[in-house]
């Protein structure tokens, strides 16, 4: 029997996304408390959570009030921490899993006696202490985002550190239950479709306009009914969505609880929105999800973490864009179709997978026995370092069971990344030895040199993918384009993949291997600033 | 039946200004009205100053509304003498000791001590009359000796008739009382270069010293981007683009700091920057403005965009230039005259060879202004010494001029002050030959001579009488004429100026120090936004946490170095804490997560 208190002082989507790894802790507790430590406001939303046995607000407007330099940060505020702390030390936690990132709950975990944390903590001189491998990663996130290719879901659950297994559903509170069954009673015995039509930037979120056509479109090609969800700020756009359609459109926006939106979510056959808290709770409800990721969303990092939920992401360069959220013309938002969507959308409430399309990029959420959400479908040029990494991180995992120290990190890196590359010559070496076979010459039963191999190489590093489906157009497809052009084609690929792992390369040789920054002190004292990084 | 003479003697003792009243008596001002009951009521600009009815009836609803518990330890002052009315009421319940009666206006008061039986002014009653505002306050803080708590009574009448002056001296005595326990924040915004940047640190120093908190926003360092950018175009137009760009930035650095530090005031000193937007910022968040104006209005004329947007315009012009501010939308003017910092502009002990160096008969140390040059060619035969830049190198005066006609530094400038028999003060001016007839502000050179305890002969200035009492404490001269017989007169007698120049000192000390200014100018703005409070008001001392902690003995050793030094803001904790050795204390640790919650609510913008 073990307690814990997990310290997630996160918004909607991310506490939602920390479920499945409460579901672990709950496990791994052996008949133990589980206490869970969250905002205020989601306090509702934490006390869904069947293995949760004690939810513990945390104030932050008292706390924000008592700091304002009133003087009341020595009565308030220092009166409202002891109370906090005492409320904790009840629970006599064995083990503290901080989820937060922000310093100051890494002091409350200074605070909080427990034999163990996982997560950030505080080091004894002050420091920043960051416990576990998986943590050190998650905080090198920030400057390497577009390199990251693990899912937020399953980051938490790594930096939980107990074995993976099934997660529990949210559990619906009766009366909220009762809610949503008399809103949604006009729509009895239709498909319902909820839309989720805000989120916390403008940028991120979707035109209006564009939801309209959406609408329109499932309403004319199906017997579905709508209902537009958002909170009471997104009412104005919402009323743009939905007038006009009459009974098949309900919009609730700002009409109902968060408790309350999450049991009418949880009666809907399919559920489209953007990267918010809702689609996560979508998602853990086990409902078909269809995310649009827009701006600086990407659904490398947060895709709904079902199988089968489907991430569109618009086909432009510049997607995902930076954190700065300072984009003045965001063409991503025209580059998604509303046609897609409702085909897409129709294609998911009919339980058929639907096809990739050229207007954007399709994603399919995969998780197989208990390993890490994997994106299947198309994939961009951009995606070649997270698909780089995501092989990587599993090798290095494969063989040394854990993450090793930064210094031995690092060695491994380069080993696998030389490695890599030699496995890129090669392959392009056969690659073109095999495009050389004239196709006049090819007789019926040709056999393609590499047909064995490419798979096995990909299964390995699915990130040579761009270079084999290049060779593949051509060895396959009757291209008119001369033998040089196609070669031409594959080398760049080549070269292309050759300088990111150059780039690679020398970040591991700098001594900074940029998913594992070893600047950060490690929970084993480790500084890599003061390390034999040869 | 006229009742001075027999009032004047009855208060006299303890009332220095009351003899002033003597002479101020007019029968035909105020108007005196009939009440109802008989009483006789004053009325000014058509408004009286106690009821038509019966003034004795209001005035004890007056003392019932205050609701005043009375407390011996409490010194009461009341805003305006009126007819006494409202003071006889009061004096039922206080006895005279622990009252002081303020009244802007002498002619009022004489009225007042002519028209009302003397078993109305009971003796020990105190009086300040006539002064300004700053000068009330100093007076209050003779009287209040025994450091008693002071509570202002209001008028609503005599308020109603100079409601800028009682709500100076309110917000005056309401800044003092914040002063012991850690003031105002008060972020103040530097020029990049010029004459008001000595000004700045002397207002910075001023605000410290009386017990604010005054951080220097220093845009000094910008100076060479300025140049810059007067090097890299001539073009006029491109030039003032990129000044008004400079500007801009400036600004909005100023924004970025108040908010950040949590300032209660933004005081930009003449040539800072100052945008509409960034004041208007600064309103948003809470934060009130103002700028001291210590430039002639007459010669630069930036003042007209920005004047009315701050909450509190300080000048050092009254009259022609408050018509112009009011035409301009700038409805409350203020007037708040240049000071002297006696830290700096001190008597000093010189040595022999520094007499040598920095003494003569005259000198005069400044800039070589158009009228100045004029001038002082006439003053060629006697032994006179000319310090500063800006002379002409070939002119008549070039063998006079000092040290190749170099910028002196403050400290040398003190010498000479010293070491001069007479400092010649002939205040600037571009237009006129010698002493300017309109002349009205007084420049920092004024005080400055007179704080070092130094003789000087200045120029008649308009608003001199009112700063220094001219023949003894200051002796003017309005010609060239005028000035060298001056010179010869008090050349010949080095008592009478030594006499002159120690009164001219005690005067500044009395009057004239920042301090006074910056006293009264942060009284000037409390006056105005009665809900104007420190932000860190109410800040804790390490003596009262102790108190509070009790038993804790966590928190009484974390507390035990603070003691002494006065209010405790979160983040001094914390850094404290964060350099010490060893493990945190739970009381430790608890004080660092709030500071990083505080860190972490600026860094979002909810704070």
């Known amino acids: ?534 | 039946m006229n009742y001075l003479e027999e009032n004047l003697k009855r208060i006299a003792i303890g009332n220095p200004d009351i003899e002033l009243l003597r002479n101020r008596y007019r029968p035909d001002y105020p108007e005196i009205k009939t009440a109802k009951d008989g009483s006789p009521v004053p009325v000014i600009n058509k408004k009286s100053l106690h009821s038509s009815y019966n003034p004795a009836s209001e005035a004890q609803k007056w003392v019932q509304n205050l609701g005043i518990e009375f407390n011996k330890d409490t010194l009461y002052v009341i805003g305006g003498l009126g007819f006494t009315y409202h003071l006889s009421e009061l004096l039922k319940i206080v006895p005279a000791e622990q009252l002081v009666v303020i009244e802007k206006d002498t002619a009022l008061a004489a009225s007042a001590l002519a028209n009302r039986p003397s078993d109305v002014f009971p003796q020990g009653l105190r009086f300040i009359v006539g002064q300004t505002a700053a000068r009330a306050h100093a007076r209050l803080n003779e009287i209040n000796r025994n450091n008693h708590d002071i509570v202002f009574l209001d008028h609503p009448a005599s308020n109603n008739i100079y409601p800028d002056y009682y709500s100076a001296i309110k917000g005056i005595i309401r800044v003092q009382k914040t002063e012991k326990y850690g003031g105002y924040k008060v972020l103040l915004v530097s020029p990049m270069y010029g004459g008001s940047l000595p000004v700045t640190y002397c207002v910075q120093r001023a605000l410290n010293s009386i017990g604010h908190r005054c951080e220097l926003l220093d845009n000094t360092s910008f100076y060479p981007g300025f140049k810059h950018i007067q090097e890299v175009t001539t073009h006029k137009q491109h030039q003032n683009a990129l000044n008004s760009m400079l500007t801009s930035l400036l600004a909005e650095t100023v924004t970025a700091r108040a908010v950040e530090t949590q300032a209660d005031l933004v005081l930009v000193i003449a040539q800072g920057p100052a945008t509409a937007e960034v004041i208007e910022e600064l309103r948003k968040a809470d934060i009130r403005t103002a700028f001291w104006f210590v430039e002639d209005g007459s010669t630069l004329q930036y003042w007209k965009g920005i004047a009315p947007l701050f909450d509190g315009f300080f000048v050092i012009q009254k009259g022609e230039f408050f018509t112009q501010l009011k035409d301009a939308g700038c409805q409350h003017p203020y007037y708040l005259p240049m000071a002297a910092d006696p830290a700096i502009h001190r008597p000093l002990e010189l040595t022999p060879e520094e007499i040598a160096e920095f003494g003569s008969d005259l000198s005069h140390v400044g800039a070589g202004y158009h009228n100045r040059r004029d001038f002082f060619a006439g003053l060629l035969d006697f032994d006179f010494k000319i310090w500063g830049s800006d002379w002409e190198k070939a002119g008549p005066l070039s063998h006079i001029i000092q040290r190749d006609g170099e910028r002196i530094p403050t400290e040398d400038t003190i010498k000479i002050f010293n070491a001069s028999k007479i400092n010649v003060n002939l205040h600037s001016s571009t237009y006129h030959s010698g002493v300017n007839p309109f002349g009205d502000f007084l420049n920092p050179r004024t005080y400055e001579i007179a704080a070092c305890g130094a003789f000087q002969l200045v120029d008649e200035r308009r608003y001199l009488a009112e700063n220094f009492e001219v023949g003894t404490e200051v002796v003017t001269f309005n010609s060239l004429q005028d000035m060298r017989d001056l010179a010869r007169e008090y050349l010949e007698k080095p008592e009478e100026r030594a006499e002159i120049a120690a009164a001219s000192r005690q005067r500044v000390l009395k009057e004239h120090t920042f301090e006074h200014r910056l006293r009264e100018l942060m009284g000037v703005i409390a006056g105005r936004y009665p809900e104007w409070k420190p932000k860190g008001g109410g800040l804790p001392t390490a003596e009262e946490l102790i108190r509070a902690a009790g038993e804790d003995s966590e928190m009484v050793a974390v507390m035990e170095r603070f003691i002494g030094k006065g209010p405790l803001t979160l983040e001094d904790v914390a850094a404290d804490i964060e350099k010490g050795e060893g493990e945190f204390t739970r009381t430790e640790a608890m004080i660092l997560l709030l500071n990083e919650f505080r860190r972490w609510g600026l860094e979002k913008g909810v704070m």
């Open chain 1, 1 to 534: 029997m073990r307690n814990s208190l997990v310290i997630a002082l996160l918004r909607l989507g991310d506490l939602v996304q920390s479920f499945p790894a409460i579901s672990d802790l709950s496990r791994a507790a052996d008949g133990g408390e589980v206490a869970l430590m969250v905002q205020q406001d989601l306090v509702p939303i934490a006390r869904m959570h069947p293995g949760v046995t004690q939810v513990i607000p945390f104030d932050g407007d008292t706390l924000l009030n008592a700091t304002r330099a009133k003087g009341e940060w020595s009565r308030q505020g220092l009166t409202y921490v002891n109370e906090l702390c005492d409320l904790v030390d009840e629970l006599n936690p064995d083990l503290i899993v901080n989820l937060t990132h922000t310093a100051f709950s890494a002091n409350l975990c200074s605070i909080i006696k427990a034999e163990e944390v996982r997560g950030r903590s505080l080091a004894k001189d002050g420091g920043t202490q960051l416990n576990g491998d998986w943590t050190r990663y998650f905080f090198t996130l920030m400057s390497s985002r577009s390199s990251n290719p693990v899912n937020l879901v399953d980051l938490f659950r790594e930096i939980a550190g107990v074995n993976k297994g099934p997660y529990d559903k949210p559990v619906i509170p009766p009366d909220a239950s009762r809610f949503a069954a008399q809103i949604l009673q006009p729509l009895a015995d239709k498909p319902i479709i909820v839309l989720g039509i805000g989120s916390n930037h403008p940028l991120r979120s979707w035109d209006s306009n564009l939801w309209r056509t959406t609408v329109e479109l499932l309403l004319n090609n199906s017997e579905c009914s709508v209902i537009v969800i958002g909170s009471a700020g997104d009412r104005e756009a919402s009323n743009i969505v939905s007038d006009g359609w009459g009974e098949r459109c309900l919009n609730i926006c700002g009409e109902t609880d968060l408790v309350q939106l999450a049991a009418v979510i949880d009666r809907c056959d399919l559920f489209i929105g953007h990267d918010t808290g809702p689609m996560h709770i979508a998602a853990m409800l086990d409902k078909p999800c269809l995310g649009i990721y827009l701006a600086m969303a990407s659904a490398w990092e947060t895709a709904p973490y079902r199988n089968g939920a489907v991430s569109i992401e618009p086909n432009v360069d510049c997607h995902p864009c930076s954190e700065q959220g300072d984009c003045t013309d965001p063409i991503c938002h025209q580059a998604i179709s509303p046609f897609s969507i409702a085909d897409i959308a129709l294609n998911m409430l009919n339980g058929v997978v639907p096809d990739q399309r050229d207007d954007c990029t399709m994603r399919v959420s995969r998780q197989k026995d208990g390993g890490r959400l994997r994106l299947e479908g198309s994939i961009k040029a951009s995606d070649q370092n997270r698909l780089i990494w995501f092989d990587l991180i599993d090798v290095v995992l494969e063989r040394n069971n854990r993450f090793p120290k930064p210094v031995q990190c690092t060695a491994i890196w380069r080993h696998e990344l030389t490695q890599l590359k030699s496995e890129v010559l090669q392959l392009v070496h056969k690659m073109i030895g095999g495009l050389q076979i004239p196709y006049n010459n090819r007789s019926n039963d040709f056999h393609d040199p590499l047909a064995v191999e490419i798979p096995a190489l990909i299964a390995r590093y699915p990130g040579l993918r761009l270079l084999f489906d290049l060779y593949r157009l051509d060895t396959i497809c009757h291209e008119t384009q001369g033998i040089e052009v196609r070669i031409e084609n594959i080398v760049k690929a080549q070269e292309k993949l050759l300088r990111r792992i150059a780039n690679l390369q020398k970040i591991s040789e700098q001594g900074r291997v940029s998913m594992l920054d070893t600047s950060i002190q490690t929970a084993d004292g480790f500084n890599a600033s003061k390390s034999e990084i040869t």
